[in-house]
């Protein structure tokens, strides 16, 4: 009973969360009987699920700062390409198991050369977020349109495939590196001491600095993170489809963002958590998949999905309307201070 | 004279010139009168999209969903056209009178239900084109009537009547912000809307308005784009708000609300719409054409930033000398 209180008062957001993801698994079983909770369909969405999850984390810490991530598709795409190249390169094709080692490494170094230039002139020169990605994103397309020609790469070792396809011990290997991505964000995030600086700086920069927090390393290592967790979703995505593009994911920019303000992250920066994030990336996934698989087009899945959005964010406003209304019963005093 | 060159717009019209004449320099062809006009023609319709943009970055506000809504005003001036025929009139009315409606529901969503402009009109966003392609199905609308497409070729003085719808629309959102109450409020509340609310202003009202008159900007714009390219493609709006945004952004308005101005916007749709001809017409190849484009859009932020904060540092040291 204890608990249940403690989890009320502390978690009621990812509650709330659980509640509609719950609802919304019965709703979709009921909707099309018999092919919903087939083995097959659940392991499709455990498959799809985590590229989208990935790219919706690394968006996650970029908004935590109060910031945005909009060429994250891009990042997950171009550090794709890379371990593109690198798979397809005559020592991979000599050593297939160090060239995978090495294309996962190539993947990483481009996403963190991302990161490092979305972060430094976020951090150090001082641009607002969303223009610096928005000009980043149009720069690292550039420069995967220019690596690939405006074509897709193919032809990737079969060993390679099994990063995107494969199971392990039955559960699909994308799965588990969702999973293991879940548990070290929530341990940088939410148990790390950068992690309590990323909350601090999206509450408020000018006083966590001014209580001598390097604010700026702070959110330089924020964009890393974000480009590391989107070039995790490019390996997936790259070995799911069994080639490399440009254009590839590009609708999980939206998506994503949505996702994180779903999970409860304020857009404005110093709330959230991953487990509100993770939950509602299952939403979106299932939601998506079940009306797909009901015959719905992919229309009214962009309409659903908006709808969710905007109803969650104000059944939310509603509550935190009441309840300020029922703490400010009885406090002029406060009110007139609020206003 | 010191006043012009300490302006912001003058840094902006400083880049555009250096650029046209680097860009005269490679090819001749980009000073012609009718290339430039064929520019200026060609950028209309962010223009004035530019233009219901600006009073929302002013207000500290986004909208997302402007690409959204030129796609549902063009499709359904559209299919009015071809269905019922009508006349200019009626067009423009639907046109502008569906973006408004569009507009005013991000409106009240952002004031009365308090969701951040940016979320809300990511939602409305998808909702709306979700809505296009279920109606649409993503298919072009043709055969328009003649009336309308002899409308899109009229030309006034040499110039296309869609560059004199511009600068007309520009010199309204002019006055209406510099010399209108609800202008000036649009500038308070971008400032601080805490302030604004407290010297009178309502604000709620102020917010609805300028979603409003956004989406109303993005109606026009959308018979526009149909009258100059004589079809309907609800496809070919994706990913038009950002180019939008960057261009409004680049003229000077800053995203944090309370700055920006109707020349400076216009400067920073030429600024972009220069780029891209001049790449063109300079022979970049089409895969170099986006990175030069990315790398100019961060240098250009960055530069505007980094000016700013000197600005601030000589203030600062002013006042300690004093």
Known sequence: MKLLQKLRSKHSNELILLVILVGVVLLMGILSPGKFYTKNNLLTMAAQMPEFGLIALGMMVAILTGGINLSITNVATLSGIAAAFTLLSDFTQNYPGPGIVLAVVSSLIVAILTGLFNGVFVAYVGVAAMLVTLGSMTLFEGIGLNLTKGGSIAGFPPSFMKLGNGNLLGIPVPLLIYLAAIIVSYFMLERSNWGVKVYMTGCNEVATRFSGINTRRTLLKVYVFSSVMASLGGLVMISRYNSAKVDYGSSYMMQSVAAVVLGGTSINGGHGTVLGTVIAVAIIQVTSTGLNLYGAERYDIDIITGCILVGVLTIRFMNAKRQSAKLLKGGGAAQRANV | MSRILKKKEFGIFLVILVLSSILTMINRVFIRPDNLIDVAKGNVVPGIMALGMLPVLISGGIDLSVSSTIALSSVIAGKIMVNYGGNLFVVLLVSLGVGAAVGALNGIIIAKLKIPPIVATLGTMSIILGFVMKYTNGDWITNLPEWFKSFGVIKVAGLPIQVLILVLAGAVTWFALNYTLTGRGI????????????????????????????????????????????????????????????????????????????????????????????????????????????????????????????????????????
């Open chain 2, 187 to 322: 500038y308070a509340v971008g400032g601080s809307p805490s302030s604004a609310l407290r010297v009178g202003y309502n604000v709620d009202r102020i917010q609805v308005f300028i979603y409003t008159f956004c989406g109303a900007m993005a109606g026009l714009a959308g018979v526009i784009h149909t009258s100059i390219v004589q079809q309907v493609d609800p496809n070919t709006f994706n990913g038009m708000e950002l180019k939008v945004i960057i261009s409004v952004v680049i003229g000077g308005a800053s995203t944090m609300g309370g700055i920006g101005t109707v020349l400076g916007t216009f400067l920073g749709v030429a600024l972009m719409a220069i780029l891209n001809n001049g790449l063109v017409l300079a022979k970049v190849p089409t895969f170099w054409q986006k990175i030069v484009m990315g790398l100019i859009i961060v240098f250009a932020v960055s530069f505007d930033v980094i000016n700013r904060k000197r600005e601030k540092a000589k203030l600062e040291r002013v006042d300690v000398e004093e």
